[in-house]
């Protein structure tokens, strides 16, 4: 059984799924479409030169859904099924273009509104992430707990959790992880303290936008962020998708609920592999990239074989 995992920030790269853009006829009119309804040229920052350009978090959001929906309409065309969907942070709304919840059009004007509402809710450089190396959640949060300014952003893998906050606050913690045995902690490169209580100013707006556009009922299950479990009603995703921008991202959690689903094949779509190696920390499964038209070729090959080893 197959399920779709979806990348979030970070996972952007210059010139990300330009083959499948020159080989694929659908890949290419998601990308075009994408140029007409943001209403600027989104392939000049995609497939420029420019990484900061690309890095900002208003232009990597609609970026990265953009290149997932690019490689997902090649999963479709390939008859590639899937019986689950979960995405990291912005993969969440890719999950849901994916599994019918969202239109495309819909869900890449939310997350260029996503990413320009992240980037205003805090003034730029006065908060940040750090990734914690080598400490369990628990011990995270214990230290946290005692911590002003500082919140769990991401629970990642067992032994890799995301903590988000004030510049300041984020700095002088450092060494207190590194005293209760982290093996490494390091700054993300990102524009503010995401999936934390300072996104606040950023939920109303959001919220406002998304109640007036159309959710639809999912094809598959979807696991949401927020939860770590099966959306059970509309209404729950919406609510916590707005949610999502000042809580965690419970991906341990959205992991272990696909592996009791009985998920033997994860398949991370679009740009990267990041989400496959978190899996692969969290349960023992098979995990496939489509970063590349060799890797998407690799799986089609790996799903074939399957199917006819089965009848």
């Known amino acids: 059984m197959n399920a ?61 859904l953009t290149t997932s929906i690019m490689a997902f309409e090649v999963l479709k065309s390939k008859k590639i099924d899937f019986e689950v969907v979960a995405g990291h942070s912005l993969g ?8 019918g919840v969202l239109s495309f059009e819909d869900a890449l004007k939310a997350v260029r509104l996503r990413g320009e509402l992240m980037e205003n809710a805090i003034p730029s450089g006065a908060g940040s992430m750090l990734a914690i190396l080598g400490l369990s959640p628990e011990k995270v949060e214990e230290i946290v707990s ?20 004030e510049i300041t606050a984020l700095l002088s913690a450092i060494e207190i992880f590194k005293s209760a045995g ?41 696991i949401l962020n927020v939860t770590g479990k099966v959306a059970g ?13 000042t809580s965690p991202v ?11 689903m009985c998920i033997t094949r994860y398949v991370e779509v679009g740009s990267g592999n990041v ?27 790996v799903v074939k074989n399957a199917e006819i080893a089965e009848f």
Not at 153 to 164: D, E, G, M, R, T
Not at 186 to 192: A, M
Not at 193 to 200: A, E, K, N
């Open 92 to 99: 969440e709304y890719s999950a849901l273009v994916a599994s």
């Open 182 to 222: 982290a093996k490494r902690v390091v700054q993300l490169n990102v524009s503010g303290p995401f999936h934390s209580p300072l996104m606040m100013p950023a939920k109303e707006r959001l919220s406002e936008f998304l109640n007036k556009i159309d959710f639809r009922r999912p094809h598959v299950p979807v």
């Open 233 to 245: 009603t509309i209404d729950e995703i919406k609510s916590k998708l707005i949610e999502q921008l």
């Open 4 to 64: 779709l995992i979806f990348p979030g920030q970070g996972s952007q790269k210059l010139n990300m799924m330009k083959d499948f853009y020159d080989e694929y006829p659908a890949s290419k009119r998601i990308m075009d479409n994408a140029c007409d309804i943001l209403g600027f040229d989104l392939r000049k920052i995609v497939f420029g030169n420019d990484e900061h350009e690309l890095t900002k978090t208003y232009n990597a959001q609609p970026a990265l």
């Open 146 to 165: 005692n911590l002003d300014g500082v919140y769990v952003a991401n629970y990642n893998s067992p032994l890799q959790i995301v903590v988000s906050g």
């Open 275 to 301: 989400l496959c190696g978190l899996v692969k920390k969290i349960v023992n499964a098979e995990t496939y990239s489509t970063d590349t038209i060799d890797e998407m070729d690799k799986l089609e090959g």
């Open 250 to 260: 419970k991906w341990i959690e959205t992991v272990q609920t696909m592996n009791e």
